[in-house]
C-alpha cells in the first residue's frame, strides 16, 4: 500500500500535458490542450486537457478525470500500479511490503501476463549478452547487421537458447505459473504437461506497446534451418495482453518523434524500423507482415495524420502499398508513398545512407496516392476496358477520403493527370459513394433486426411493416422493420436511446459542479451562532449541506454527496481549494466525477469570463437549493394524487391526504414566490 504523503508527491509531481502527450497528439488551444480521444474513434478534436486544473475531459464520449484515472483507463491498470507507473516516470521511490504468495496470486490475469512478460525480456537479455551461445550467435547477429549496442538496447532485443527447456525451467524456479507462460506464448504445452520453449534458437524483437509495456515477442531464426522454412519469423499468439492486428512494432520509441515532425513513416520488418532509427529516423513504425487493421490506422491517427509509405520496389512492396492506401484515406489520413530502388529495403536504404540523405530522397521521391496508383494501374495499359477498370479503381479510392474538399480536389488532379473529363469522375465517384452509403445503411438495418428478433419472446406474435425511404436521397430499397403484436406486452420499445435527464438529477450535478469549483467560497459572513452567540463564515458547500439537512434531505446521487459531505468536512482546513482536492482524489469515482463536473466545454477568454464573486454564488447557491426543494413538492403532490384516487371511499384518508396536499401546495407556492414563480 502507498501511503499519502507519497501520493502527494505523485500528484504534484505529475504533469498532466506531458502524460498524456506520451498517448496522445495535443495541440495548444488558449489555456487548454487539444487531440483525438483514445477512448472512442474520435475524428475530430473532442479531447481537452486542462494543465491548470489538472484534468481531462472528451465532449464526445464523456471521459474524464485527472492524471491517475488516464493512466488507470488507458493502460488498464489499477490505482496503485498507475501511481506506480507515474512514480518512474518522474522518478519518485515507492516503497512497499514484499507481496505475499497470496497477494500475488490475487493479481489480475493481466497484470501476471505483463509481469511474466518483463521477466522474460530480461531473461533474452542476459542470455545474449552473458552466455557463450548468446554472444556467439545472437550479439553477432545483430552486430552483423550492423546495430549499435545503444540500440540494441533501446529495442530490448535479445536471444532464446537452443535448449527447448531452458526459459521454461527457469520461470518456474522464479515461481513463475505454468499458465502464464503459455497464455503470453513464451511456451506451449505437450499432452504430457510438459513445457517447451516457443522460441528456442532465436533472436528476440520485444513488442513494447504505446504505454511502455511488453505485450508480446517476435523469434527469428539464424542458421541454415531458415532456409526452405516457412516460419523463418515466429510470433506470440494473441492473448489478453496482445492483438496483433492492434499493435504497431516500434510505436512506444517513435511516439514522441512522430509528433514532433508531425509525420510517421509505415515499413514492413523489424530491422527496417530498427536500422531507420539506427540512422537517425525515429519516426518510423512496422505492421510487420499483418494485413493493415483500422485499430492500427486509429492508434497512429493519435499522434498525426500523414504518412509515408516506405516499401520494397518490387512486386510484394507494390501490392502492400495498394492494399493499405483506401484505408488510410478513409480515416482522413494524408497518404504518400515511397517505393525504394531495386534490391532496396528500408533497412539496407538506411544503414547505407545518413538521415539527412534519407529525408531528402523521400523528400524527392514521394508520390501522393493518386500519382502512385495511376502510374502503377495505368502502366503500359492499352486496352480500353482494362484502362477504365484502372480508373474506376482510382476513383473508388478517392471516394471513401470523407472531407468533399480534399475528394474533388484529388478528382480534379486525377483528370488532369488521365485526361479524362471531370465530370465524368466526378458521376462515377458519387456512384460509388451513394452505392457505399446505401451498403452501409442495408448493414445496419440487418443489424437493427438482428437484434429486435433477439428480444423477442419466443411464440409472440410479429407483425412485418414496410416503410417507404424517407426521401428522394435515402437508399432506393424500402426498409422493413419488425415489431411485436399490439396486443402483446412485451412490444419492443425503439432501440434509439431517447436523451433524457431527470430534473433531480440534474440540480443535484449542478449543485455538486458548484461544490468542486467554489465549494470553499465564502458566501454568508459573521453570521451569528444561536448557541452561544458567536459569529462564523459559511461556505457554499456549507450553506448547501446545512439548508438540505434542516429538511432531512441528501443528495441521492452517492458520488455527489460524499462530494458535499467531504467539502463540509474540510471547510475548515488551511489552503483547502475543493476543485484540487476533489480532481486529485484517492477514489477513482469520486476524482473522475470532479474532472467531469470542472472541466468547460468552451475555453473563453478571461474577457468573456463571468466573475463568480460572493454575491453571484450566494444568489446561485439560493436559488439550486429552492429549485431542489420545489422539485421534491412537485413530486410529493403527484403521489398523493394518485393516492387521493385510491382512497375516494375512505373519508378519514381521504380527508387526511387532502389537508397533506394543501401543507405542500402552500410550501410549494412560498418556494415558488422566492423564485419569483407564479403557481396557483
Not at 103 to 109: C, F, G, I, P, S
Not at 168 to 178: I, Q, R
Not at 457 to 475: F, K, L, Y
Not at 560 to 579: C, M, P, S, T
Amino acid at each position: 500500500m502507498i501511503d499519502r504523503p507519497t501520493i502527494d508527491r505523485i500528484m504534484d509531481a505529475a504533469d498532466i500535458v506531458d502524460v498524456i502527450s506520451d498517448f496522445v497528439s495535443l495541440r495548444k488551444r488558449g489555456t487548454s490542450y487539444k487531440g483525438l480521444c483514445p477512448f472512442h474513434d474520435d475524428r475530430t478534436p473532442s479531447f481537452s486537457v486542462s494543465p491548470a486544473k489538472g484534468v481531462y475531459k472528451c465532449f464526445s464520449c464523456g471521459k474524464a478525470g485527472n492524471v491517475v484515472n488516464f493512466i488507470m483507463e488507458h493502460e488498464q491498470m489499477t490505482y496503485p500500479d498507475a501511481l506506480k507507473w507515474l512514480a518512474n516516470k518522474y522518478h519518485i521511490e515507492v516503497k512497499e511490503k514484499e507481496l505475499t504468495p497470496e497477494e500475488k496470486a490475487a493479481q489480475t490475469e493481466r497484470e501476471s501476463l505483463f509481469i511474466v512478460n518483463e521477466w522474460a525480456v530480461k531473461f533474452f537479455q542476459e542470455q545474449m549478452n552473458d552466455t557463450e551461445e548468446g554472444k556467439t550467435i545472437g550479439l553477432r547477429y545483430f552486430r552483423e547487421r550492423g546495430f549499435r549496442d545503444d540500440v540494441i538496447q533501446r529495442f530490448q532485443l535479445g536471444f532464446s537458447p537452443s535448449n527447448r527447456h531452458a526459459l521454461a525451467d527457469e520461470a518456474k524456479k522464479k515461481g513463475y505459473k505454468t499458465e502464464f507462460l503459455t497464455k503470453t506464448g513464451l511456451c506451449g504445452q505437450r499432452e504430457d504437461g510438459s513445457l517447451y520453449d516457443r522460441f528456442s534458437g532465436r533472436v528476440i524483437f520485444p513488442w513494447i506497446g504505446v504505454g511502455g509495456k511488453v505485450t508480446a515477442f517476435g523469434g527469428r531464426l539464424l542458421d541454415a534451418r531458415t532456409k526452405g522454412v516457412s516460419q523463418k519469423y515466429v510470433n506470440s499468439p494473441d492473448s489478453d495482453i496482445y492483438h496483433k492486428d492492434h499493435e504497431l512494432y516500434g510505436i512506444f520509441q517513435a511516439k514522441k518523434a512522430i509528433v514532433k515532425e508531425d509525420c510517421v513513416y509505415m515499413v514492413e520488418g523489424y530491422t527496417d524500423v530498427i536500422s531507420m532509427h539506427q540512422c537517425g529516423i525515429e519516426n518510423v513504425v512496422a505492421n510487420s507482415g499483418t494485413a493493415l487493421s483500422l485499430f492500427q490506422i486509429k492508434l497512429l491517427r493519435r499522434f498525426t495524420q500523414n504518412i509515408v509509405l516506405l516499401y520494397d520496389g518490387d512486386e510484394a512492396g507494390i501490392h502492400a502499398a495498394l492494399r493499405g492506401t483506401d484505408m488510410f484515406l478513409a480515416e482522413a489520413m494524408n497518404v504518400k508513398v515511397l517505393l525504394l530502388p531495386n534490391q532496396e529495403d528500408p533497412d539496407s536504404f538506411a544503414r547505407k545512407h545518413t538521415a539527412e540523405e534519407f529525408r531528402q530522397y523521400i523528400e524527392q521521391h514521394q508520390t501522393d496516392f493518386i500519382e502512385f496508383k495511376t502510374n502503377v494501374t495505368l502502366r503500359g495499359v492499352t486496352d480500353p476496358f482494362k484502362r477504365s477498370q484502372a480508373i474506376s479503381g482510382i476513383i473508388k479510392s478517392i471516394s471513401v477520403i470523407p472531407d468533399p474538399i480534399v475528394r474533388a480536389t484529388y478528382v480534379q488532379d486525377c483528370a488532369r493527370r488521365i485526361g479524362y473529363d471531370e465530370r465524368t469522375l466526378i458521376a462515377q465517384m458519387n456512384k460509388f459513394i451513394h452505392s457505399e452509403r446505401e451498403q452501409r445503411a442495408k448493414e445496419a438495418q440487418r443489424e437493427t433486426e438482428r437484434k429486435q428478433y433477439q428480444e423477442i419472446p419466443q411464440g409472440t406474435p410479429t407483425i412485418v411493416t414496410v416503410n417507404p425511404p424517407a426521401d428522394a436521397m435515402a437508399p432506393s430499397t424500402s426498409t422493413v422493420s419488425t415489431s411485436t403484436s399490439p396486443a402483446s406486452p412485451t412490444a419492443l420499445t425503439p432501440r434509439t436511446p431517447i436523451a433524457h435527464v431527470d430534473k433531480k438529477q440534474q440540480l443535484e450535478r449542478m449543485m455538486a459542479e458548484m461544490v468542486v469549483r467554489y465549494g470553499e467560497q465564502v458566501i454568508y459572513r459573521d453570521v451569528k451562532n444561536e448557541a452561544d452567540g458567536s459569529s462564523m463564515n459559511i461556505t457554499l458547500a456549507q450553506y448547501l449541506y446545512y439548508d438540505l439537512s434542516a429538511d432531512e434531505m441528501t443528495l441521492e446521487n452517492p458520488i455527489y454527496a460524499r462530494i458535499l459531505v467531504e467539502a463540509v468536512d474540510h471547510a475548515g482546513d488551511d489552503n483547502f481549494k475543493a476543485e484540487a482536492f476533489f480532481t486529485k482524489h484517492s477514489d477513482f469515482e469520486v476524482s473522475t466525477a470532479a474532472a467531469e463536473l470542472c472541466s468547460d466545454s468552451v475555453q473563453l477568454t478571461k474577457s468573456l469570463q463571468m466573475n463568480h464573486d460572493e454575491e453571484f454564488l450566494r444568489s446561485q447557491a439560493v436559488h439550486l437549493v429552492l429549485d431542489y426543494k420545489l422539485n421534491r413538492i412537485e413530486k410529493q403532490l403527484v403521489q398523493l394524487r394518485q393516492y387521493l384516487a385510491e382512497v375516494q371511499n375512505q373519508s378519514d384518508k381521504l380527508m387526511a391526504v387532502l389537508a397533506e396536499i394543501r401543507k405542500e401546495e402552500d410550501l410549494r407556492n412560498k418556494i415558488a414566490k422566492k423564485l419569483g414563480n407564479n403557481i396557483r
